[in-house]
């Protein structure tokens, strides 16, 4: 268990980063309601969690536990959690850093200090924008009338730093340093064509029947694929003065040839480099077949995917470490492998300069997504990394090309969905009985939601049964 705590404590400390979005990031705070803790009922933590949502613009939700152990759990090792509301004993026995120590809940007593009631904890990679949003609503409540009414219902006298020196955090936002895995680089490869005129898009694309062109600016296109096509994920592609490169994941031979028929209504330039996202093991019609010269450019891990489908790749596979930086068509170009997520090795491509990322299926908008092989809890630590970017155009690897709030909504999503099968799990109930007696509707008119759902629920099961539990 310790192993793992640390484990995920590190991808969230590399991972997490500030970012700004119209979509709302829900928090969850839990508790263990007692008559000696700082809330007897879950019903008073939620006067505390609506004054939160009042002053941070962030709805708070609230989330009541049956013991301190399970709570600790839920915000140190799955992270699902983003405050939680401990005993300062109990608090004070667990090892530094597995969580963050936000504030004390001070009660009134017999000193002019108070006593302390309760520790409230941040997970860790919970973004600094939160942070201090947080602390700064928690820390002004005593400053101003509503919250000092709030501070009277729930029995608080005022809320402090830890430490118990109040202070007054400094209204401009933190920002983080770094909005990029510090990962090893293998190396760069610069093609350095030149912008060149090309046509606009064909809403005809050719005849095909796979994809929906959408241009970006004037280099860069969004392949969207059509419903009930043969395209199974959404795809990209760049225009240089000398060739042409894509992204996308899936590739069966008819969507390839599709594509590569749609890339021809809008340039004549050929197609010399295909990045590909990811790939599903027990796939061997996929991703086996690429035109003679081109370059395939893929993380390590996937390329250990495509060995267990294929004896040996029928085309030239470029494999990269950490990040790889490109340049087409004065376009740069950043592939980063994030490691697992959606499958065992993720790519994603961002493009700093244009403000654009393609996330290929780590993010579905309106849809709940294909969960079969992924890897649940590193999938989120994903996800808050791509909302670090700060991309204003996202292309997900299903839906309409999107802004910011994708990431953030399927975030919001995915967490939702794991926290109601860990619910499940610890009620002891097993696989079947968890299937049968669970329902999201809120997401009930996603995409996918009554063809997908038994698998998801599967694949999240066994992933937080053998990966996460059993550590």
Do not use: C
């Not at 509301?85 to 000193?111: E, M, N, W």
């Amino acid at each position: 268990m310790r192993t793992l705590i640390f484990r995920h404590l590190a991808l969230a400390l590399l991972l997490s980063a500030v970012f700004t979005t119209t979509a709302q990031a829900k928090l969850t705070l839990g508790l263990v309601p007692t008559d000696e803790g700082v809330f007897a009922t879950k019903a008073e933590a939620w006067k505390l969690a609506r004054y939160l949502t009042q002053q941070i613009g962030d709805p708070v939700l609230v989330k009541s536990f049956n013991n301190e152990e399970v709570l600790y759990d839920w915000i140190a090792t799955y992270q699902l959690l983003d405050l939680a509301i401990f005993s300062p004993a109990f608090y004070a026995q667990k090892p530094d850093g597995a969580s963050r120590y936000l504030a004390d809940l001070v009660k009134p007593g017999t000193t002019p200090y108070g006593q302390r009631g309760g520790t409230l904890a941040a997970r860790q990679g919970l973004q600094a924008t939160q942070i201090h949003d947080l602390s700064r609503a928690l820390f002004h409540m005593s400053d101003e009338n509503h919250g000092r009414s709030v501070l009277q219902a729930i029995g608080l006298a005022r809320v402090d730093p830890p430490g118990g020196v109040s202070i007054r955090p400094n209204q401009k936002h933190l920002r983080a340093k770094s909005d990029r895995l510090p990962a090893e680089r293998s190396g760069a490869v610069s093609l350095n064509p030149q912008p060149a005129q090309e046509r606009a898009a064909s809403d005809k694309g050719g005849g095909q029947m796979s994809w929906t062109l959408e241009p970006i600016d004037q280099h860069i296109y969004a392949a969207l694929a059509r419903p009930q096509g043969p395209a199974r994920s959404n795809a990209f592609f760049i225009i240089g003065q000398n060739e042409v490169l894509v992204g996308g994941a899936h590739m069966t031979s008819q969507a390839l040839e599709d594509l590569i028929t749609a890339i021809a209504e809008v340039t004549e330039q050929p197609l010399r480099t295909f990045v590909l996202a990811h790939h599903h093991p027990a796939s061997p019609e996929t991703d086996a077949e690429f035109p003679p010269g081109i370059e395939v450019v893929m993380s390590r891990q996937t390329q250990q995917a495509l060995a267990e489908d294929l004896q040996s790749l029928p085309y030239r596979a470029v494999t990269y470490k950490g990040q790889l930086h490109l340049q087409v068509g004065g376009v740069d170009i950043v592939l980063t492998e994030v490691g697992k997520g959606h499958t065992s090795g993720d790519t994603l491509v961002h493009l700093p300069k244009a403000g654009m990322v393609f996330t290929s299926d780590l993010v579905h908008v309106h849809g709940v997504g294909d969960l079969k092989d992924g890897y649940m809890l590193d999938w989120v630590v994903a996800l808050e990394y791509l909302e670090g970017l700060e991309a204003k155009t996202v292309i997900p690897g299903y839906g309409q090309v999107s802004g910011p709030e994708a990431v953030t909504l399927y975030k919001n999503y995915l967490r939702y969905f794991l926290m109601v099968v860990l619910d499940h799990i610890e009620a002891e109930e097993n696989l079947e009985e968890t299937i049968s007696g669970f329902s999201l509707p809120e997401y009930r008119n996603y995409a996918g939601y009554d063809r997908l759902l038994r698998p998801n629920i599967r694949r999240a099961y066994t992933d937080l049964k053998e990966n996460v539990l059993q550590n």
